[in-house]
């Protein structure tokens, strides 16, 4: 049996195959199933390959890139500020000033996600730092405002801000926990 798997060895005008265990192939319907396994093997990495967007950035757009990679979602100006620590002597401001090319400006559409001043890679598995706050109070947020006994009134009365904290820290209301003491 040869060390190498999955092959077609020719020797002395006779041909043998082997599958992917290193089993030789004898039967024909199993050659059948071998070439068959192959050539959708070949066709999912050709398609592999053609999903794979190489994209030709400049240094330090690539560094940018190694920056969000490592910290995450990052201040538009902290990496800025690393970008200098690593010798980038420019006056640039913002980090759309090293995607100009025309693969840069693809990238920087495709593959960035700017949130307020905060910037991450789309594809990033690190957690973002900021969480969303809506501009208004929303009826899903009445409702779980409504669960922790806050009264509509209440609720009227409460900035977006100051409901979001009440939710996400799950602060239940006092003037409904001294109406249960008096019942």
Not at 113 to 120: K, P
Request: aromatic share 8%; glycine share 4%; net charge positive.
């Amino acid at each position: 049996m040869p060390k190498n798997k999955n092959i077609i060895k020719i020797k002395d005008n006779s041909v043998r195959f082997y599958d992917e265990d290193g089993y030789e192939l004898t039967h024909p319907d199993d050659i059948k199933d071998w070439e068959k396994r192959n050539r959708q093997l070949s066709k999912e990495q050709s398609l592999k390959k053609g999903k794979e967007v190489n994209y030709k950035l400049s240094r330090w757009a690539q560094e940018v890139i190694k920056i969000l990679k490592e910290h995450g979602e990052m201040k538009n100006v902290d990496i800025m500020v690393e970008l200098r620590n690593r010798g980038c002597e420019t006056s640039a401001n913002h980090i759309n000033k090293f995607f100009k090319s025309k693969d840069g400006k693809r990238f920087y559409k495709e593959k960035l996600f700017g949130n307020q001043g905060y910037w991450s890679l789309k594809e990033n598995p690190r957690k973002s730092k900021t969480a969303s706050i809506p501009i208004m109070i929303t009826q899903k947020m009445r409702i779980e405002l409504g669960l922790l006994g806050y009264s509509k009134n209440e609720i009227r009365h409460l900035t977006p801000i100051k409901a979001n904290k009440i939710i996400s820290e799950c602060i239940i209301s006092s003037s409904n926990s001294e109406r249960t003491r008096n019942q």
